[in-house]
């Protein structure tokens, strides 16, 4: 991802601001990226956050704004990795 795109994606919005959370600024710009989730859904979730310590990931869940099918594909493609299913384990 290029800086033209991080500007476009709003990086210096306070939506995408870090503010010390573990780099769920990054998390939030791989979601929305990679299409899991909206820009609207992600400021939802950081309102929610400010009142509660829970992950954005588990807001994003707990709203129903993102399924766990969802997140998990999004991280697997964040880490250079694909997502294994029970039976691709047997």
Known sequence: ???????????????????????????????????ASTRDDIAH???????????LDRILLSEGLV??????DVHAKTCKSRRLTSTELV
């Open 1 to 35: 991802m290029g800086i033209t795109e991080l500007r476009l994606l709003g990086l210096a919005d306070p939506v995408f601001d870090d503010q010390g959370n573990d780099g769920q600024a990054r998390r939030a710009l791989d979601l929305v990226h990679h299409g």
């Open 67 to 72: 399924s766990r099918q969802a997140l998990l």
């Open 45 to 55: 979730a950081r309102t929610v956050q400010k009142n509660c310590k829970a992950t």
